[in-house]
């Protein structure tokens, strides 16, 4: 009889409220909020502003919240910094650097999320300089390069939001020393890397899960999806992606599976992840085409953007499209409460969506004004929403706008 197959509990690694979003994609990696309470409907012109900082610097960053502060990266003149807010007024508290600036034809700066994790914060920067800094006071307790570890900076810079698990930092250098690195928390020390894995990184951030009674990280390149042992970095098992130009998203585990999405009509497919650590195609099609704006699991459905087909409900087990709108165009997407927060990345049009696998359900709409005056034309609104504590995040560069969405 196969073991029971057991999500990973992230949670557990973090000593922040239940309110806190302390890493890329929330507490479990999977962008589902645990929030209640709030609003289901908005009023005309959308919820109410609470507050907005308008000097958190040029990029894409999202941010992480816990303890009563926001962490994000902005690049200031050339320099790509570590920025902390206070939630409640939006304040800087501090600013420290990361690494130089990542020049780029759709936009310069950072793009990585940061990840706190006790009394540390760690933040990445588009030419791939790894910064671990104090919660507190953003004190830089040590820094990492990802070229010191065989890395090679990606065509749009590292984006990776890393993981932090079990004492170490996981990062994805690439390259031949090893697709996947691990560093000490405290120290930034090499604890393994992963050579038996040798793929340059992409754009993906790194998830763990327990399978076969055995930790692991699963991370998606352009080349393979595939889980390392989360102890020694030994590869567990490989399946192959023939990504193209650009490969994004977040993986998603579930009952020993793995389901991976691209864009450039790559498509997507589910990988069985066998008691043995074989792997099988369960599914492999174009329903859905996710480029960057994520797609979420609740229950036993799939959902987020299609570059093929809009906004796309996908079934998990068998990939079959259960509905699809073209009722905003492309762009990213987050739920908390039963509601999805979907943001169309050329207009700033955010939308308040139930979660159904019904059909498109829609319950209010604004657009986020005012934007950006300074975002490279070919640059759009990439930065994921976040709601936490009651508040929706969303930015713009550098405009960082802070809503209340509490219910009454």
């Not at 170490?168 to 894995?197: E, F, M, R």
């Not at 908390?336 to 700033?348: I, K, N, R, T």
């Amino acid at each position: 009889m196969n073991r029971l197959l057991v999500p990973a509990l992230l949670a557990s690694a973090f000593l922040t409220t239940a309110a806190d979003w302390p890493q890329w994609r929330g507490p479990n990696r999977d962008d589902i909020s645990k929030e209640t309470g709030l609003l289901k409907q908005w009023p005309e012109g959308g919820p109410k502003l609470a507050w907005m900082n308008k000097d958190v610097g040029l990029g894409y960053s999202g941010y992480a919240i816990a303890g009563g502060k926001l962490f994000t990266v902005g690049l200031r003149g050339d320099t790509e910094l570590l920025i902390a807010l206070d939630t409640k007024t939006g304040k800087e508290l501090w600013a420290t650097p990361v690494g130089p600036m990542l020049k780029n034809g759709w936009g310069d700066g950072p793009r990585a999320t940061p990840t706190v994790d006790g009394d540390l914060v760690f933040a990445m920067s588009g030419t791939g300089t790894l910064l671990a800094a104090r919660t507190a006071d953003g004190k830089e307790a040590w820094k990492a390069a990802m070229r010191d570890f065989g890395g090679k900076t990606p065509g749009w810079g590292y984006c990776e939001s890393v993981l932090v698990d079990d004492g170490k930092v996981i990062c994805t250098p690439g390259g031949g020393q090893g697709t996947l690195l691990a560093l000490d928390k405290v120290t930034g020390k090499k604890v393994w890397q992963a050579d038996g894995w040798t793929d340059g990184a992409h754009y993906s951030s790194p998830i763990v899960a327990t399978h076969n009674g055995t930790r692991q990280y699963i991370q998606l390149t352009s080349q393979h999806v595939a889980g390392v042992n989360a102890k020694d970095g030994k590869v567990l098992w490989k399946s192959e992606w023939p990504g193209k130009t650009a490969v994004i998203p977040t993986p998603i585990f579930k009952d020993g599976h793995v389901y991976i999405t691209s864009g450039y009509g790559v498509g997507c497919k589910l990988v069985k992840v066998g008691a043995d650590n074989a792997v099988s195609d369960v599914y492999v099609n174009q329903n859905m085409v996710n480029h960057h704006g994520g797609v979420i699991l609740v229950g036993d459905k799939i959902y987020g953007h299609s570059d093929k087909g809009g906004w796309t409900c996908q079934d998990f087990k068998t990939g079959e499209v259960t509905w699809s709108s073209n009722s905003l165009k492309k762009g990213a997407i987050h739920c908390a409460d039963g509601m999805f927060y979907c943001l169309e990345e050329g207009s700033g049009t955010v939308a308040l969506i139930e979660v159904s696998a019904k059909g498109w359900s829609e319950k209010g709409r604004f657009k986020l004004t005012p934007q950006t005056e300074q975002r490279n034309p070919k640059g759009k609104v990439w930065t994921h929403p976040v709601v936490s504590d009651g508040k929706l995040y969303l930015r713009d560069q550098e405009l960082l706008f802070c809503f209340d969405v509490k219910g009454k």
